[in-house]
């Protein structure tokens, strides 16, 4: 497994992901994401994270001939260089789940925050539902630190959000 920096090749990978409503929910998305709104994103993505304040590696994978191919993302976002505290996101295409690469994206993302970045803190925000993810952060040492009620809006009902945190040390 290796992150690498977004490439223009990446648009209609993540054009797919972004508006895939299925995961809408979990993003905080309500309205899908343009093309140029997404090349825009990539061009601009060579900015280090103490500019844009969020840093987005692509997650890929190799087969035993060492092919690579792009199996997710994850992000840093809301970096705080004063405060030394970002969040954190990830998405593993769901094909891909299951297989432990969130496991092992999250373990080196940690690695990176705090010993490249110098970061005291990571913190997350996950849905009371999602379990997989919650037990995925609470591996890594994440805490429960809030329930935030009722804060998600879907269609039918409301739904309840943990905010997890990572402090290094």
């Known amino acids: 497994m290796l992150f ?3 490439e223009p090749s990446d648009v209609e990978l993540l054009y797919d992901w972004e508006n895939d409503k299925s995961i809408w929910k979990l993003s905080n998305t309500i309205v899908p994401f343009s093309r ?3 090349e825009q994103y990539v061009v601009n993505s060579h900015q280090d994270i103490f ?3 969020q840093l987005r590696l692509m997650i890929d994978v ?3 001939e060492n092919n690579y191919k792009t199996i997710g993302c994850i ?3 809301d970096f705080d260089p004063i405060n030394m505290r970002a ?3 990830i998405l593993i295409e769901k094909n891909n789940r299951g297989k ?3 496991s092992k994206a999250l373990k080196n993302l940690i690695e990176y925050a705090f010993d490249v970045l110098n970061l005291h803190q990571l913190y997350c925000n996950i849905t009371v539902e999602n379990i997989n993810s919650i037990e995925l952060f609470k591996k890594f040492n994440f805490e429960i630190i809030g329930l935030k009620k009722q804060w998600r809006k879907t269609k039918d009902l409301w739904i309840d959000e943990y905010m997890l945190q990572l402090i290094d040390g």
């Open 4 to 6: 690498r920096a977004l």
């Open 36 to 38: 140029f709104l997404l």
């Open 51 to 53: 500019t844009a304040k």
């Open 62 to 64: 190799s087969d035993n």
């Open 75 to 77: 992000d840093l976002f």
């Open 87 to 89: 969040g954190v996101g």
């Open 100 to 102: 432990g690469f969130a």
